[in-house]
């Protein structure tokens, strides 16, 4: 899953900050504010559906697509 920003549609999207206590309590289920890098929009997109918690996903671009690391 590719997270888009709704405005623009760019996919340079990152976390934001949680400013209230709700969006807080939402994050513990996965419902996460983000901001677009592009545009400045924040908004909020759940990013765990329960088909996907078996499977790893890269932190900073969310894909399921991993490599390994050279050593």
Known sequence: MRLACPKCGSTNVRYAHMWTAAERLSSLVG?????????????????????????????KCWNFRLSYWST
């Open 31 to 59: 419902i996460r504010p983000l901001r677009c890098r592009e545009c400045k929009t924040r908004f909020s997109k759940r990013l765990w559906n329960l088909s996907d918690l078996p499977y790893a996903r890269c932190p």
